[in-house]
T-cell receptor, first 112, second 113 residues
Framework: GENVEQHPSTLSVQEGDSAVIKCTYS??????FPWYKQELGKRPQLIID?????GEKKDQRIAVTLNKTAKHFSLHITETQPEDSAVYFC???????????FGPGTRLSVLP | DGGITQSPKYLFRKEGQNVTLSCEQN?????MYWYRQDPGQGLRLIYY???????QKGDIAEGYSVSREKKESFPLTVTSAQKNPTAFYLC????????????FGPGTRLTVT
C-alpha cells in the first residue's frame, strides 16, 4: 500500500521568510496530493492540492510542486505570517477508489 | 463551521466502558471516515464507509466498531477492547471514496481513565 513520509517534523521560520515542507510517497499510481492545515485545537482544512498531470500549482502565498519521477511533492509558503503557524499534513491517493494516506505532519512556527 | 459535526467535543470515560462518538453531515456526501490523531502523529484511518450499510476497516480498526444506517450519520464506538483509547478522534466526509476534498468535523477528544 501507499506510504507517505514528511519532513521536517518541526520547522521554525522568521516572519516574512519562506517555508518548505517535503513529502515522499511510495505508490507510483497515486495521482492526487492534497495539503491540509490544522491550527491548534481545530479541524484540518484543505489549503491546496495538485493532481499528477500538473507539475506546480500556486494560490497566493502558497504553492505546491510535484516531481512524479522522484515521487515527491513539496509545499512552499512565501512571506510567512504568524497565522501560518499550524500543523501541515500532506496526503496521497488515487483520485478514484482509494483512501487518503496522510503524512505524519509538520509543525510550523512563524516567529515574529 | 457547518456541514459536518461531531459531539461531544470532550468525553471522559472509565476504563472498561464502551463509548459512542457521534458524526453527522449535511453535505450529501457518500463517503465518511473516522481518523484517530495522537500527539505528534498524523491521521490514522480507523474505518470508512463508501455508501449506506457498508463500511470497511482502516489501518487501526481493532477495538472499534461503526455503523452506517443513514447517509448523514457515521457513529464510532470505542469498545473496551481498544487498549489505548485516549486520543483525538476526527470524522470526515467526501463526495465519494478518495474523491476530492475531505471535510473534517471539529473532533472529539476522548479521555479514558
Amino acid at each position: 500500500g501507499e506510504n507517505v513520509e514528511q519532513h521536517p517534523s518541526t520547522l521554525s521560520v522568521q516572519e516574512g521568510d519562506s517555508a518548505v515542507i517535503k513529502c515522499t510517497y511510495s505508490d507510483s499510481a497515486s495521482n492526487y496530493f492534497p495539503w491540509y492545515k490544522q491550527e491548534l485545537g481545530k479541524r484540518p482544512q484543505l489549503i491546496i492540492d495538485i493532481r499528477s498531470n500538473v507539475g506546480e500549482k500556486k494560490d497566493q502565498r502558497i504553492a505546491v510542486t510535484l516531481n512524479k519521477t522522484a515521487k515527491h511533492f513539496s509545499l512552499h509558503i512565501t512571506e510567512t505570517q504568524p497565522e501560518d503557524s499550524a500543523v501541515y499534513f500532506c496526503a496521497a491517493t488515487l483520485i478514484w477508489g482509494q483512501n487518503f494516506v496522510f503524512g505524519p505532519g509538520t509543525r510550523l512556527s512563524v516567529l515574529p | 463551521d457547518g456541514g459536518i459535526t461531531q459531539s461531544p467535543k470532550y468525553l471522559f470515560r472509565k476504563e472498561g466502558q464502551n463509548v459512542t462518538l457521534s458524526c453527522e453531515q449535511n453535505l450529501n456526501h457518500d463517503a465518511m471516515y473516522w481518523y484517530r490523531q495522537d500527539p505528534g502523529q498524523g491521521l490514522r484511518l480507523i474505518y470508512y464507509s463508501q455508501i449506506v450499510n457498508d463500511f470497511q476497516k482502516g489501518d487501526i480498526a481493532e477495538g472499534y466498531s461503526v455503523s452506517r444506517e443513514k447517509k448523514e450519520s457515521f457513529p464510532l464506538t470505542v469498545t473496551s477492547a481498544q487498549k489505548n483509547p485516549t486520543a483525538f478522534y476526527l470524522c470526515a466526509s467526501s463526495e465519494g471514496q478518495g474523491v476530492g476534498e475531505q471535510y473534517f468535523g471539529p473532533g472529539t477528544r476522548l479521555t479514558v481513565t
